[in-house]
């Protein structure tokens, strides 16, 4: 195939360097005169071009004079395997042929030979790795790349972020975080902010977004970005970082989302002529994913007139059953327009909530069939059950009731204040654009499925002693000092757990029973944030443990303690606990809590040792939690 002017004029170049390029260091990384720099393997590819197999020869042949002059360059040939990689594929899509055979020759003698050990050739190698071998081989690298360069260390972070991305989130983020700090540079930016909004550092998430040079840009990276200041209720940030590359064209449904939340903002002169040249332009008619058109009824419904929202509405329901498969969308136009008619599809939705509802209300049976069959067991074999005490008058039917209220008030507070983490925690695909969960809509969920327990639960308390229930037989200094006894010793043995589990990498400062990043932390900060420390302290460590340990050391233990063994039901109410609760890195320490909580309350006969642990545990929580968002938010 003959050979175009640019090329040869490229491959003489690239030769001319060869013979001028001086001696470069040997094994860590090339001096900065090397001809085969850290990624001028793409350069190369453009210029050889995918169909001319003769360039793709000449500039090997190069690469291979290079490096028999100098077989240290650990980085040049990694970058000569980068370039054969480029070519290997299918001769029909743009490979050439022999290119993959060179490519895995490449990556045997990298593997086989003396550069094996370098750093450049670990990260390539590594690089072509997927699964939680991958994720393990790079964590292991971590210790050895305190000596590597800030780059090396700042790709092997990357590498780290897009193996945890759909695994662990939040590890990726650590990851994604280090990798910008190593690298301003680093493609990993957009990964990092979302981190440090989870984790309550907004305004430092904000400023690297924008932040951001413009050249690194791209279309779908821009749009996530803009979606992720929409989300951190940004508004005015996400318009100036809409128009920081005016030559990229933004999704109509972003668009849309802009417009809506600068309307919000008071910006409607600006929004409202974004919005009509958007509705009224061709455009519009590409409005026709669920998520976009959810945004068109929701910007309908707060800023149209109601014939709009309903007919935005319609088109909603017409794309299918995931656009409101539980009638939130549905519901949010009945309160709104309540006079607005109903048709037959529409209810789809509605009975989809009231399927979902009846589903959590039978899962609490999981629990009580089984005690329920121990009780017959044990009524079979002539053996009679513990009568029920005056100050807890329960049997299965009341656990059952408990266990149903607690699932269902807290999904209906995601469901009505922050959807997004409703569709999130049934799995289903999100057509929502936003990726990070708003800490404000948690902050109101949270408090809305605490407050809906507590009313829920109070015809349990019909017919009990109450003040037998809390005291027991113990008094209240006891109850008090036990209480607060045992609280400090499990956040005592919290902070050795989350010492022993603190592995090699980046990790922030580890917290005993604080999972940054985790639903329940980031409501936390979303109550500190809207309602002040006061409202949070009340929250957690007064209205948490009166509902909880009524729950699950008041109705759960004392019924399942008369069916089973005592500590089989202290381990069974102490399980179901931690999974009531969003906070993996906190596992360990919930699950000591619920049980030391059980052993108070069943040695006192009461609540009020165990509430006292509780809240004594949760106070800790939240001053932690005020504490270490404060630092993050102020540190450099």
């Known amino acids: 195939m003959p050979t175009t002017r640019s090329t040869r004029s490229a491959a003489a170049a690239l030769l001319a360097l060869l013979l001028a390029g001086p001696a470069l260091g040997a094994v860590v990384a090339p001096a900065p005169e090397s001809p085969f720099p850290e990624g001028s393997y793409h350069g190369l590819v453009e210029e050889v071009g995918r169909a001319e197999a003769g360039e793709y020869r000449r500039v090997l042949a190069e690469f291979d004079a290079y490096l028999k002059r100098r077989p240290d360059d650990s980085t040049a040939a990694v970058e000569r395997c980068r370039f054969a990689d480029a070519f290997a594929g299918d001769e029909d899509e743009g490979g050439i042929d022999g290119a993959g055979e060179d490519a895995e020759s490449c990556r045997q003698a990298l593997q086989q030979g003396p550069l094996a050990a370098t750093p450049p050739v670990k990260l390539y190698l590594l690089q072509r790795q997927f699964g939680k071998a991958a994720i393990a081989r790079g964590e292991a690298l971590l210790p050895e790349s305190a000596t590597w360069t800030p780059a090396q260390r700042a790709r092997l972070h990357e590498f780290l972020a897009a193996r945890y991305r759909q695994q662990d989130p939040l590890k990726s983020g650590e990851h994604a975080l280090l990798a910008v700090e190593l690298d301003p540079a680093s493609a990993q930016r957009l990964n990092a902010a979302e981190y440090l909004y989870r984790i309550g550092a907004q305004p430092k998430a904000v400023a690297m977004l924008e932040g951001t040079p413009p050249q690194q840009w791209q279309s779908w990276t821009l749009r996530s970005a803009i979606s992720s200041l929409l989300d951190m209720g940004e508004p005015r940030a996400a318009q100036r970082l809409s128009q920081v590359r005016?030559?990229?064209?933004?999704?109509?449904?972003?668009?849309?989302?802009?417009?809506?939340?600068?309307?919000?903002?008071?910006?409607?002169?600006?929004?409202?002529?974004?919005?009509?040249?958007?509705?009224?332009?061709?455009?519009?008619k590409s409005l026709a994913g669920v998520a976009q058109l959810r945004e068109l009824f929701e910007f309908q419904r707060d800023h149209g007139v109601r014939d709009d929202a309903i007919a935005a509405y319609r088109r909603l329901c017409q794309a299918?059953?995931?656009?409101?498969?539980y009638g939130r969308y549905r519901l949010s136009l009945l309160w709104r327009y309540p006079a607005a008619p109903w048709h037959a599809d529409e209810w789809r939705g509605a009975f989809g909530l009231l399927a979902l509802m009846a589903v959590l209300a039978l899962m609490p049976l999981l629990v009580v069939v089984p005690l329920h069959y121990r009780a017959a067991v044990k009524r079979a074999r002539g053996l009679a059950l513990p009568p029920p005490l005056p100050e807890s008058p329960w049997g299965l039917g009341h656990l059952w009731y408990a266990l149903a209220a607690t699932l269902i008030c807290g999904v209906l507070g995601l469901y009505l204040y922050a959807y997004p983490q409703f569709e999130r925690m049934l799995r289903q695909s999100l057509p929502q654009s936003g990726a990070v969960a708003d800490a404000g809509g948690l902050a109101r969920a949270y408090l809305f499925s605490k407050l809906a327990l507590a009313a829920a639960l109070l015809p349990l308390l019909r017919r009990v002693q109450l003040r037998k229930l809390l005291l027991g037989h113990w008094p209240v200094g006891q109850s008090i000092g036990a209480g607060v006894g045992a609280a400090v010793a499990v956040i005592a043995a919290g902070a050795v757990i989350a010492r022993v589990l603190q592995i090699p990498g980046p990790a922030l400062p580890q917290t005993p029973g604080i999972a940054l990043g985790s639903d329940t932390i980031r409501a936390m900060q979303g109550i500190h944030a809207l309602y002040g420390p006061v409202a949070l302290l009340l929250f957690a460590a007064v209205l948490t443990p009166l509902v909880e340990e009524l729950v699950f050391r008041g109705v759960f233990l004392r019924v399942a303690a008369r069916n089973v063994h005592l500590w089989l039901a202290a381990a069974a109410q102490a399980a179901v606990f931690v999974l009531d609760h969003d906070q993996p890195g906190a596992y360990a320490l919930l699950s000591l809590m619920a049980l030391a909580a059980a052993w108070l309350a069943w040695r006192s006969g009461g609540l009020l040792a165990a509430l006292v642990l509780h809240g004594v545990n949760n106070a800790f929580a939240s001053m932690a939690v005020m504490g270490i968002t404060h630092s993050i938010n102020t540190a450099p």
């Not at 299918?320 to 498969?325: E, F, Q, V």
């Open 246 to 284: 005016t030559d990229l064209r933004l999704d109509p449904a972003i668009r849309l989302r802009l417009a809506r939340a600068l309307l919000d903002a008071g910006e409607e002169e600006q929004a409202r002529a974004s919005i009509n040249a958007l509705l009224q332009g061709p455009e519009a």
């Open 320 to 325: 299918g059953k995931t656009a409101d498969p």
